[in-house]
């Protein structure tokens, strides 16, 4: 055995496994060699070192203390590999009829159609409020800063509304026909 950290175990998600039974570490070293414990973050077991380079590095020698090495599995990254598509990964018996997607699409796309036409009906409502940035004042704005800050309040909500259409165009037009 060359090195062992010593660290929190951290758990990400449900995904964190042991994959092996806990191992002393006593029976895996070659007899005669000493084992060091040097400080630092994360605490250092090691086998490796000579007796002046643990001095050096303040390192303790370990007798008949039991050591543990617990091995676990590296959680898979998110970015590294393309997700399967649920196509290949769902077995045969499991896949949804084609007639029951085509209805599943058709409800999807005219649920968005309908969202699409009361964001754009509101979008028009707002911009006509708007007045092309000179809306008409209210009796509470006496102060003009007041009045500014309700026109840059429409402005930024004029912006949103036209971003939640973008965004349901796209999604519109990921649907097959």
């Known amino acids: ?3 062992i950290a010593v660290k929190t175990l951290e758990f990400v998600g449900l995904s964190v496994m ?9 029976a895996a070293q070659q007899p ?6 040097c400080p630092g973050n994360p605490v250092l077991y090691t086998d490796t070192l000579s007796a002046k380079e643990a001095r050096d590095k303040g390192c303790r020698t370990l007798e008949g203390a039991p050591i543990t090495v617990v091995q676990a599995v590296k959680p898979r990254s998110g ?27 058709s ?3 005219r649920i968005l159609e309908g969202e699409l036409k009361r964001e754009e009906e509101r979008l028009a409502q707002m911009q006509k409020d708007y007045n092309k940035g000179e809306p008409e004042r209210q009796g509470d704005e006496r102060n003009y800063q007041k009045y500014l800050d309700r026109v840059a309040d429409m402005k930024a909500g004029i912006a949103r509304k036209e971003n939640d259409i973008a965004a349901i165009k796209r999604e ?3 649907l097959p026909q």
């Open 1 to 3: 055995m060359k090195r």
């Open 18 to 26: 042991l994959s092996s039974v806990l191992t002393p570490l006593a």
């Open 32 to 37: 005669g060699r000493e084992v060091y414990r």
């Open 79 to 105: 970015g590294g590999t393309p997700a399967a598509s649920p196509s290949t990964t769902r077995p045969a018996d499991q896949r949804v009829d084609p007639n029951d997607q085509r209805a599943r699409d």
């Open 107 to 109: 409800d999807a796309r």
């Open 172 to 174: 519109l037009s990921k």
